[in-house]
C-alpha cells in the first residue's frame, strides 16, 4: 500500500450543476485542455491528476458530480469535497435556479473548511461559473444576477465558455484551488475503484508534468466531517 504521506498534499473539488451546463467538458477542458462535446454520464466521476499550484505540485481530485441526480442535494460529495464549483449556464434559467438552491442550502447548512487545513472555523471556498457565454444570443441568465447571487453566498462568480476556452475559467479554478488551505495527505480517504486511464499525460507552459486518470465513483468515499445537518431540500 502507498505511504499517503510520502506523496504531494491533496485538493478536492466538487463541480455540481444541472445536466448538460457542461461540467464534464469544464473539467476536461481544465485538465487537459481538451475539449469533449459529448460526455454524458449517468454517475459521478472521479479525475484525478497532479497539477502546480503556486510552483509545487498538488494532488487535485475533481468529483464530476452528475447533474442526472438534481433532486437529491449531494452532501456526501459536499463533506468529500474541499471546495465546491457550482456550474450553470447562461442560456438555461433553471440550471442557474438550480445553483441557486444548492447556495441556499449552503447558506443554511454551512460546510466547515477542514481541520486539516489548521482550523475548523474557516467555511468552504465556493464558486459560481456562468458556462456558455458564447451562446450569448441564448442567454437568460444576466452577468448581474450571477454577480448577486454569489456575493449573497460569499463565492466568487466568474463567466466563461468551455467550448471558446476562455481564460475565465482557468482563472475560476485556479482561484478555488488557492483558496483552500493545503491539506495534509492523512486526512482523507482513497479511491476505490479505478476503471481504466483516459487523461494522458501533459506537459503544462511552467514545464510540471500533469498526469491523471478518471475513476467511475458511483458514490463518494466515506465523509470526513460530520454530515451536514438537514443538508436535504
Ligand atoms: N456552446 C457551448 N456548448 C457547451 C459549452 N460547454 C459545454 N457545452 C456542451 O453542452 C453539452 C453538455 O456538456 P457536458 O459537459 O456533458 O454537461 P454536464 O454538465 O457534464 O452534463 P451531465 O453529465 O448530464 O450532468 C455538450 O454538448 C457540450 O458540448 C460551452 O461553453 N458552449
Ligand atoms: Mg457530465
Known amino acids: 500500500m502507498r505511504d499517503e504521506r510520502a506523496g504531494p498534499p491533496r485538493v478536492r473539488i466538487a463541480v455540481i450543476g444541472s445536466s448538460r451546463v457542461g461540467k464534464s467538458a469544464l473539467i476536461v477542458r481544465y485538465l487537459t485542455r481538451r475539449y469533449i462535446g459529448e460526455y454524458h454520464s449517468n454517475t459521478d466521476l472521479l479525475y484525478k491528476q497532479t497539477v502546480p499550484i503556486n510552483g509545487m505540485p498538488v494532488e487535485l481530485e475533481v468529483i464530476d458530480v452528475s447533474g442526472s441526480n438534481t433532486d437529491k442535494f449531494p452532501a ?75 456575493q449573497a453566498h460569499g463565492a466568487s462568480f466568474s463567466e466563461a465558455s468551455v467550448a471558446d476556452n476562455s481564460g475565465d475559467l482557468y482563472r475560476c479554478v485556479d482561484r478555488l484551488l488557492a483558496d483552500v488551505r493545503l491539506p495534509q495527505r492523512t486526512r482523507k480517504f482513497s479511491v476505490t475503484k479505478m476503471l481504466g486511464s483516459l487523461i494522458g499525460t501533459t506537459t503544462n507552459s511552467s514545464g510540471t508534468s500533469r498526469s491523471g486518470s478518471v475513476v467511475a465513483c458511483p458514490r463518494v468515499p466515506a465523509p470526513s466531517r460530520p454530515p451536514l445537518a438537514a443538508a436535504a431540500p
Open 76 to 150: 456526501e460529495q459536499i463533506q468529500w469535497a474541499d471546495a465546491c464549483l457550482l456550474v450553470y449556464s447562461v442560456t438555461d434559467r433553471s440550471s442557474f435556479e438550480y445553483a441557486t438552491e444548492v447556495l441556499n442550502t449552503l447558506k443554511k447548512n454551512p460546510p466547515q473548511g477542514s481541520p486539516a487545513h489548521g482550523s475548523t472555523s474557516a467555511t468552504m471556498p465556493l464558486a459560481l461559473l456562468g458556462n456558455k457565454t458564447d451562446l450569448d444570443h441564448l442567454r437568460q441568465v444576466p452577468t448581474k444576477e450571477g454577480q448577486a447571487m454569489s
